[in-house]
T-cell receptor
Framework: DQQVKQNSPSLSVQEGRISILNCDYT??????FLWYKKYPAEGPTFLISISSIKDKNEDGRFTVFLNKSAKHLSLHIVPSQPGDSAVYFCAASEGAQKLVFGQGTRLTINP | DTAVSQTPKYLVTQMGNDKSIKCEQNLGHDTMYWYKQDSKKFLKIMFSYNNKELIINETVPNRFSPKSPDKAHLNLHINSLELGDSAVYFC????????????FGPGTRLLVL
């Protein structure tokens, strides 16, 4: 029973355009959501997070949106750059103690 | 200077063998974790230690035994390896109960033949 799902295994976007990565969750007790970025042969690195009391958090080119009623969050990257090509993992936690990850979406930015 | 390191990076072994994966962090964190990334690519937590004490133990076979000799190290011992144990294992660390600020190691790719 996967509580966090990323239904798109891959996404290809033109450089300079917007990349939108999606994530759905089932556990309404989750109160903190995160996105991690992973390059090959490296561990995931923290990218951006959002608390359940907010619906948007922005950090430079990265914005995370949270829709609690739909149990859905998304990561927007604009403008997309070649260095953004990586696997992006969505994660959620309840009480900041344990992370539950999705299966990742491979983003490819084409020049 | 690597924050979270794991050894080995690759491990190929036969079914039935016993193996260990080591993890060290130099961030001064007091909480460490082991994750398994399975064939479906989900990253699932296996164990979490805080100040050398086990605080999270997901439903993992008891062939897997974590050992934390000190706050900076969390090793994973696996006995009687099975084919289904083939996966990438990630170690991570964070400040106490701040799961959102986890720093991950590069992973250990285990292949059981």
């Amino acid at each position: 029973d996967q509580q966090v799902k990323q239904n798109s295994p891959s996404l290809s976007v033109q450089e300079g355009r917007i990349s939108i990565l999606n994530c759905d969750y089932t556990n309404s007790m989750f109160d903190y959501f995160l996105w991690y970025k992973k390059y090959p042969a490296e561990g995931p690195t923290f990218l951006i997070s959002i608390s359940s009391i907010k619906d948007k958090n922005e950090d430079g080119r990265f914005t995370v949106f949270l829709n609690k009623s739909a149990k859905h969050l998304s990561l927007h990257i604009v403008p997309s750059q070649p260095g953004d090509s990586a696997v992006y993992f969505c994660a959620a936690s309840e009480g900041a103690q344990k992370l539950v990850f999705g299966q990742g979406t491979r983003l490819t930015i084409n020049p | 200077d690597t924050a979270v390191s794991q050894t080995p990076k690759y491990l190929v072994t036969q079914m039935g063998n016993d193996k260990s994966i080591k993890c060290e962090q130099n961030l001064g964190h007091d909480t460490m974790y082991w994750y398994k990334q399975d064939s479906k690519k989900f990253l699932k937590i296996m164990f979490s230690y805080n100040n050398k004490e086990l605080i999270i133990n997901e439903t993992v076979p008891n062939r897997f035994s974590p050992k934390s000799p000190d706050k900076a190290h969390l090793n994973l011992h696996i006995n009687s390896l099975e084919l289904g144990d083939s996966a990438v294992y990630f170690c991570a660390s964070s400040q106490a109960y701040r799961a959102e600020t986890q720093y991950f190691g590069p992973g250990t790719r285990l292949l059981v033949l």
